[in-house]
């Protein structure tokens, strides 16, 4: 069964970046969706940015929060079966619990990582 493995989380002074890491343990085929969520203390987890597999024709295709759109960006390397946020001008607001989800909807599994905590201060 594939494992997801966050790593990048620290400390940061606002405008500061950072770049989040999830690493598959096994293979991930089929038509998926891998993005990062935020969790902050009493609210419910919320995405971030998202990035589906690519198709013959089309490139893979990304979402992002409203909050974060032109400061993240999420790519993936299928080859190494990792996703990335990079992550510029954060803010005090970005401050949480990042984690990394693997949808393959393809047989209908969901599987979330452990979660990486990024901080950033004013």
């Known amino acids: 069964q594939v494992q997801l493995v966050e790593s990048g989380g620290g400390l940061v002074q606002a405008g500061g970046s950072l770049r989040l890491s999830c690493a598959a343990s096994?293979?991930?085929?089929?038509?998926?969706?891998m993005g990062w969520y935020r969790q902050c203390p009493g609210k419910e987890r919320e995405l971030v940015a998202s990035?589906?597999?690519?198709?013959?024709?089309?490139?893979?295709?990304?979402n992002y929060a409203d909050s974060v759109k032109g400061r993240f960006t999420i790519s993936r390397d299928y080859a190494k079966n990792t996703v990335s946020l990079e992550m510029n001008g954060l803010k005090p607001e970005n401050t949480g619990v990042y984690y990394c989800?693997?949808?393959?909807?393809?047989?209908?599994?969901?599987?979330w990582g452990q979660g990486t905590q990024v901080t950033v201060s004013s």
């Open positions: 989800n693997l949808e393959q909807r393809t047989y209908g599994r969901v599987l």
């Open positions: 096994g293979r991930v085929f089929g038509f998926n969706v």
């Open positions: 990035i589906t597999s690519g198709s013959i024709t089309i490139g893979p295709r990304t």
